[in-house]
């Protein structure tokens, strides 16, 4: 019950028949963090003809999204998603920016350039394991404190937020290895409100 991404950015550069691609590999957590990468990369490299990438993001592998940025198409893009799955990494972008060296490369080419490029900046950095984790809510009086932080603690559940007022409210993080006991255990303290977010 664990999923493997990458905890830092990487840069590696492929060049072929004098194109350049440059492959930015970032840790992302949702598809918003992806617009203000691209956006920087395109400032970063006004001159380069192609910006595409390609990202999955969520433990169950179902989002994902790939761009060939005016490369034909599927040459891009996929060789991209590609190059992550191949390492079964999840929440995960690659951007690969591209400067023409005035050769066509035709389609096979491109594929190839775009997924070695990829591949290469996530070999740079070590995959990491990371719990699946399920947020909850927890909502209690304050006298029990010490009870709730000490299940938080045996199953090494994650606090998110927590609020204090004339009740305590607690976001943790559960990890879906150990859900059902840390839930019994909570539940065990009669007096503690648990809601799934």
Not at 4 to 16: H, R
Not at 71 to 96: F, K, M, W
Not at 142 to 164: A, D, G, H, P
């Amino acid at each position: 019950m664990y999923y493997y991404s990458i905890d830092k950015a990487s840069i590696a550069e492929f060049k072929d028949r004098g194109s350049r691609f440059i492959a930015y590999a970032y840790p992302i957590k949702e598809a918003e963090d992806f617009k203000k990468i691209l956006l920087g990369l395109k400032k970063e490299h006004p001159k380069a003809v192609h910006h595409c990438f390609a990202y999955r993001i969520g433990t169950d592998g179902n989002t994902f999204r790939v761009n060939d940025d005016k490369e034909p198409s599927g040459s891009a893009g996929t060789p991209i998603l590609n190059a992550i799955d191949s390492r079964q990494l999840t929440n995960v972008l690659v951007v690969v920016v591209r400067y023409f060296g005035g050769t066509l490369l035709g389609v096979s080419g491109l594929i190839n350039a775009y997924k070695s490029a990829a591949a290469m900046a996530l070999q740079l950095v070590p995959a990491v394991q990371y719990p699946i984790e399920i947020n909850y809510q927890l909502q209690f009086d304050y006298t029990l404190m010490n009870e709730v932080m000490m299940v938080v603690k045996q199953y090494n559940c994650r606090v998110i937020k927590q609020e204090s007022q004339l009740f305590n409210l607690l976001e943790i993080s559960i990890p879906k290895a150990r859900l059902q006991e840390a839930l019994d255990r909570l539940k065990e303290l009669h007096a503690v409100e648990v809601k799934k977010l």
